[in-house]
C-alpha cells in the first residue's frame, strides 16, 4: 500500500509525449465509435468522414429501445454476469476459508487438484461440457451459461491465500470469545476479505460479460444472447442491418455497464493485484 | 475420534459445494474429452471406438497444418510486443502524478470491452469502404488498404487488434509487480551511483521476473487459444489465411459436426499449451538457481 | 472455589513431545509467570489451558469443574494476545461486545460492562474508533478491556509487553499489576523475561525442555534455584557456573577446587555429595567483587564494562576459560583489558552436581 518505486522522479519531456500519443491511440478507435454512433445511417452510408462533422444525433440510441433485442441481451448478460460473480464469491470464500483454515482428510489433495485446474484451457473441455450440457437440458438456460465460470480454480486458489494472510490469532480470539466456526468466517474473518472479494468479484464479472466461445454455442436462441453474442449476431448480419450508426450505438450501449463496474473498482482492484496476484 | 470427525464434516461443508461444482462442469468433462477423442463422434450422440485415427487424421490434415502456423505466427507477433510495450508503459506510469493516473486509465480501458465491441470497432477503422484508416488515406489521397481480405496484411491486422485489446492486463500485472520492489533498493542503488539502464538491468528487471514470466505464460496461453478475433473480424478468411486452431476446432465441430476429431484437436492444443508454458516455467526457474 | 488445577498434562506434535506430564495448582486469585527460554513449552501450556491447543493425556481444571474438554469460549477464560488480536474491522465497542453477545449476555448488561471496562482503562473517548486508528498501548488496552469486561475466572496473558516499547513497557507493567487487584480472578503471564515475571508475579512457573523446572516465588527461584538451569536463566546478569571438584566436608560444608587451581570453602552442606565429585560453582554478580591488588584474589581478564551509574557489572575471563561476572558499587573505572583480581564471597556460593541438582548455601551460624 505505501508507495515503494521511484515515483517522486517527473516524466521527462519526450516521454510525456509518446505516452500521449500512445494514450491517443488507445482512444482513437473509442472516440471513433462513439462518433460513428451519432450519425445517421444514411449519413454515413454516403460518406464514414462525415462522423467528425455535425449534424450528430441520438436516432441510433432511440432504436436500440425500440423492439430490438438488444435490452433483451442486456439483461441476459447482467443476469448472467451477476449470477456469475455472486456463485463464485460464495463457492471461493467458503473453500477458500476450507482450505486455509480448517482440517479433513485429503485436504492437501484436494487443493492440489483444484490447483491443477488452473493449467487446464477452455478449449480442454468445452466440447465434452458442450455434450454434458445437451444431455442435461442445460442449454439456453441461464444455469447452462453461469454454470461453467463457478469451476474457476483461480478464485479458490485467490481466496485460499487471502484467508492464509489473515493472522490465526484472530480466530483463536474469537474462538476464545465463544464464536462458532460459522460466526467466526461470517463475522469475523469474511468482512476482512472484502478488497479481495471486490478484486475477484470485478474481474469474475468482467470475464463473463466479455465471454464469447461458451455463449456461443450453448445459447442458440436469440432469447438467451448474451450481449456478446448478439452482437456478434448482428455484426455478421451487418449488410442487413439498419447500418452502421446503428451498429456503433449498440457497441457504446453494450460497453457502457462494465465500463461504470470498472471505474467504480478501479482502485480495488490495483490495491489488491499488488498484494496478492504477484507473489 | 468424535472431534476429529466433526471437524471433517465442517472442513468439507465448507470446500464441498466448489468441489462440487468443479468436479461435474470441468472434470468430468476433461475425462469425457479424453474419450471422445478416440471416438469417431458427432454432436447428436454418436460414438464408434476408432482409437488414434483421430489424433493420425489431425497429424496428416493440411488445414490443421496451416491453422498451426497461423497460430503460431499471431502468439509470436503480439506476446513479445505486448510484454515489452506493457513492461515500458508500467515503467513509465508507475508514478505518483495525476496525469499518470489518467493515462493509466486510458491504457487500462480496452480491456473491459468484449471481443464482439472490439472487432466492432476494429472493422470500422480497418475495412475499405468506410474505415477510419480509409477515411485518413483518403485524406492524403491515397488508396485504402483492404487489411481483412488480403493475406498479407490479415495476420499483422488482427495482431494490432489484438495488442490494442490485450494491453490493459499486463500493465496492471507489472505496475502491481513493481510495486512490490523495495523502495530502499533504489536508494541504495542511488547512493551507489547507479545510472537508469543499470538499475533497470540490476535492480528492476530481476525483481519483477516473476510477474515477467506470469505476463508471458498467460499470454501465450490465451494466444495460442485465439479464436473470436479471427472469427468476428476474417472469418479465417481469406482461404484460410488467417483460420487459427480454436476457429478450426469450432468449425469441425459446429460446422461439420464432427466432434471426435475436433476433440483430438482440442486435446493437442491443451497438450500443446501445457508443454510450453511448462518450458517457459522451467527456463526462467532454472536461471534462477543458476543465480542462488 | 479453586482455583486451575493441572494433572500430568503432556502433549506431542507427531514425534515431537512439547510438554510431558505437567502438574501444577493455582490458586483463585493469583498472578503465575511462566517464565522460559522459547520452546520450553510455555505457549503450549497456555495453549491448553485456552482450549486452543488440544491435550493428549492429562486433565485440566479450572474453579472445581474439568474444561479439557470444552471448547474455548465455553471454559470462562479470557485471553490476552501477543499482538492484540483486536478485530480490525471493528470499532473498540463492538470488540469487547463480540465476546458477550456470543455469550448472549443482556444488552444493557452489555454496555454497563464496557462502560464499566471502559473507564477503568480510561479509553472511553476511543470507543468509537477502530484499532487501526489507535496507538500501540492504546490497542494493549483495547485487548485488556476486551478480557475483563467477560468477567473470566482466569486471564490469560501472551507476552503481554513484548510489542511496546521500553517507556511504554516500565507504565504497562504498573497497570498489570493494577488490574490484578481489581479482578477477581487468576491471571497467568506467559514471558520469556525475568525481570517482567520477577516484578509481578506472586509465583513464577520457570519452564524448561518439555517440563516444569521450578515452581516459586521470585525470592525463592532466585535465592534457592531448583537446578543449574532455573540458576542461569533467572537473575540479569546470569549467574556464573565454575567447574570444579570436591576436595573434601570439612566441618560439614563442601569445600571446591575450580579448574584454576583455586580452593573455596562453600557454606553448601557435603551430606551426599561424594568427595573429588565433579560439580559446578554457581555465584551471582553481586557475590563476585574486585579485590585489591596485592590481596589473594584470583586473576581475570576483563572483557566488558556495563555501568549502570549505581554499580557497575564487570564481565572478566578466568586464566581457564570461565566467565565471571563481577560487581563494583558506583562507577567503576576498569576498563576491557585490564588483569583484575576477584574476590569471591564463597559462603554464597551455590552448588550444582553433574545432573544440574542445586545445593545451597545454609544460613551461617
Not at chain 1, 84 to 94: E, P
Not at chain 2, 248 to 253: G, L, Q
Not at chain 3, 337 to 358: C, W
Amino acid at each position: 500500500m505505501s508507495e515503494t518505486a521511484p515515483s517522486s522522479q517527473r516524466l521527462s519531456p519526450l516521454v510525456t509525449v509518446l505516452l500521449l500519443i500512445g494514450a491517443g491511440i488507445m482512444l482513437m478507435p473509442m472516440l471513433w465509435t462513439l462518433l460513428l454512433s451519432f450519425k445517421s445511417n444514411a449519413a454515413l452510408m454516403a460518406d464514414s468522414g462525415s462522423a467528425f462533422m455535425p449534424p450528430w444525433t441520438l436516432e441510433n440510441y432511440a432504436a436500440i429501445f425500440q423492439g430490438s433485442l438488444t435490452t433483451r441481451w442486456l439483461i441476459n448478460s447482467l443476469i448472467v454476469s451477476t449470477g456469475s460473480t455472486i456463485g463464485v464469491l460464495v463457492l471461493s470464500s467458503l473453500a477458500g476459508y476450507g482450505f486455509a483454515r480448517l482440517d479433513f482428510p485429503f485436504r492437501r489433495t484436494l487443493f492440489v487438484i483444484v490447483l491443477l485446474g488452473l493449467a487446464v484451457p477452455e478449449q480442454a473441455v468445452i466440447l465434452p461440457r458442450h455434450q454434458l450440457f445437451a444431455m442435461l437440458g442445460l442449454h439456453n438456460s441461464y444455469p447452462g451459461l453461469i454454470l461453467p465460470s463457478l469451476t474457476g480454480a483461480f478464485g479458490v486458489f485467490f481466496m485460499t491465500q487471502y484467508f492464509r494472510a489473515i493472522p490465526p490469532e484472530l480466530d483463536e480470539a474469537a474462538l476464545l470469545d465463544g464464536a462458532s466456526r460459522l460466526t467466526l468466517f461470517w463475522k469475523v474473518l469474511l468482512p476482512l476479505t472484502w478488497p479481495a472479494q471486490a478484486t475477484l468479484g470485478v474481474f469474475t464479472f468482467l470475464g463473463s460479460w466479455n465471454d464469447y466461445w461458451w455463449p456461443l454455442i450453448s445459447a442458440t436462441t436469440s432469447d438467451y444472447f448474451t450481449l456478446t453474442v448478439g452482437l456478434a449476431s448482428a455484426q455478421m448480419n451487418y449488410a442487413q442491418t439498419s447500418g452502421l450508426g446503428f451498429l456503433m450505438a449498440q457497441a457504446v450501449f453494450a460497453s457502457i455497464p462494465i465500463l461504470v463496474v470498472y471505474i467504480a473498482f478501479q482502485k480495488q482492484i490495483v490495491r489488491a493485484m499488488a498484494g496478492t496476484a504477484v507473489r | 475420534m468424535n472431534r476429529a470427525r466433526r471437524d471433517a464434516l465442517v472442513g468439507y461443508a465448507f470446500v464441498g459445494p466448489f468441489l462440487l461444482v468443479y468436479a461435474a462442469v470441468l472434470v468430468v468433462p476433461l475425462l469425457m474429452g479424453i474419450v471422445i477423442s478416440f471416438n469417431n463422434a458427432d454432436l447428436f450422440g454418436r460414438r464408434e471406438w476408432i482409437g488414434l485415427a483421430n489424433y493420425a487424421q489431425a497429424l496428416s490434415d493440411p488445414v490443421l497444418r496451416q491453422a498451426f502456423f497461423n497460430t503460431l505466427t499471431l502468439t509470436l507477433l503480439i506476446v513479445p510486443p505486448l510484454t515489452v510495450i506493457a513492461l515500458l508503459l508500467a515503467l513509465a506510469l508507475n508514478r505518483n502524478t495525476r496525469l499518470a493516473a489518467v493515462l493509466r486509465g486510458v491504457f487500462f480501458s480496452s480491456l473491459v470491452l468484449s471481443v464482439t465491441i472490439v472487432t466492432l470497432i476494429w472493422r470500422f477503422i480497418l475495412t475499405p469502404d468506410a474505415g477510419l484508416v480509409a477515411v485518413g488515406l483518403q485524406a492524403v489521397g491515397q488508396p485504402p488498404i483492404p487489411f481483412l481480405s488480403d493475406p498479407a496484411y490479415v495476420i499483422p491486422a488482427l495482431a494490432v487488434t489484438t495488442l490494442w485489446w490485450s494491453l490493459g492486463f499486463p500493465i496492471m500485472l507489472f505496475l502491481a509487480g513493481l510495486q512490490q520492489v523495495p523502495g530502499d533498493i533504489y536508494e541504495a542503488a542511488a547512493l551507489d551511483g547507479a545510472g537508469r539502464w543499470t538499475v533497470f538491468r540490476r535492480i528492476t528487471l530481476p525483481s519483477i521476473r516473476r510477474t515477467l514470466l506470469l505476463v508471458v505464460m498467460l499470454q501465450t496461453a490465451a494466444q495460442l487459444q485465439i479464436f473470436g478475433q479471427a472469427q468476428l473480424l476474417t472469418g479465417g478468411g481469406p482461404g484460410g489465411a488467417s483460420r487459427t486452431i480454436v476457429l478450426y476446432i469450432f468449425e469441425v465441430s459446429f460446422g461439420r459436426w464432427e466432434l471426435g476429431y475436433a476433440t483430438a484437436i482440442a486435446e493437442l492444443l491443451f497438450g500443446m499449451i501445457l508443454l510450453v508454458t511448462l518450458l517457459q516455467y522451467w527456463f526462467v526457474t532454472r536461471q534462477e538457481g543458476d543465480r542462488a | 472455589m479453586s482455583g486451575l488445577e493441572l494433572i500430568d498434562v503432556s502433549k506431542s506434535y507427531g514425534a515431537t513431545r512439547v510438554l510431558d506430564g505437567v502438574s501444577l495448582s493455582i490458586a483463585p486469585r493469583e498472578f503465575i509467570a511462566f517464565l522460559g527460554p522459547s520452546g520450553s513449552g510455555k505457549s503450549t501450556l497456555l495453549r491448553i489451558i485456552a482450549g486452543l491447543e488440544t491435550l493428549d493425556s492429562g486433565e485440566v481444571h479450572l474453579g472445581g469443574q474439568r474444561i479439557d474438554g470444552l471448547a474455548p469460549g465455553a471454559r470462562g477464560i479470557a485471553m490476552v494476545f501477543q499482538h492484540y488480536a483486536l478485530y480490525p474491522h471493528m470499532t473498540v465497542r463492538e470488540n469487547m461486545a463480540f465476546g458477550l453477545i456470543n455469550a448472549k449476555v443482556p444488552k444493557d448488561e452489555i454496555a454497563s460492562r464496557i462502560a464499566q471496562a471502559a473507564d477503568i482503562l480510561e479509553i472511553g473517548s476511543q470507543l468509537d474508533k477502530k484499532p487501526g486508528q489507535m496507538s500501540g498501548g492504546q490497542r494493549q488496552r483495547v485487548a485488556i478491556g476486551r478480557a475483563i469486561v467477560k468477567q473470566p475466572r482466569l486471564f490469560l496473558l501472551d507476552e503481554p509487553l513484548s510489542n511496546l516499547d521500553a517507556a511504554l513497557r516500565s507504565r504497562t507493567r504498573v497497570e498489570l499489576a493494577q488490574l490484578r487487584n481489581r479482578v477477581d480472578a487468576a491471571l497467568i503471564m506467559v514471558t520469556h523475561d525475568q525481570a517482567e515475571a520477577m516484578t509481578l508475579a506472586d509465583r513464577i512457573v520457570v519452564m524448561n525442555d518439555r517440563r516444569i523446572q521450578q515452581v516459586g516465588t521470585p525470592a525463592e527461584v532466585y535465592a534457592r534455584p531448583a537446578n543449574a538451569f532455573v540458576a542461569r536463566f533467572v537473575g540479569s546478569p546470569a549467574m556464573a557456573m565454575l567447574a570444579g571438584r570436591v576436595i573434601s566436608g570439612e566441618s560439614g560444608r563442601l569445600r571446591v577446587r575450580l579448574a584454576g587451581g583455586a580452593e573455596l570453602q562453600t557454606a553448601v552442606a557435603a551430606a551426599g555429595i561424594a568427595a573429588d565429585a565433579p560439580v559446578e560453582v554457581g555465584l551471582r554478580p553481586e557475590h563476585v567483587t574486585l579485590a585489591p591488588p596485592g590481596s589473594g584474589g584470583i586473576a581475570a581478564t576483563v572483557e566488558l564494562v556495563e555501568r549502570l551509574g549505581d554499580r557497575t557489572f564487570i564481565y572478566t575471563r578466568l586464566a581457564e576459560g570461565s566467565e565471571v561476572i563481577a560487581c563494583a558499587p558506583g562507577f567503576s573505572e576498569v576498563r576491557p583489558g585490564d588483569e583484575v583480581l576477584l574476590a569471591i564471597d564463597a559462603a554464597a556460593a551455590h552448588v550444582f552436581s553433574a545432573d544440574g541438582t542445586a545445593h545451597h548455601p545454609e544460613a551461617s551460624a
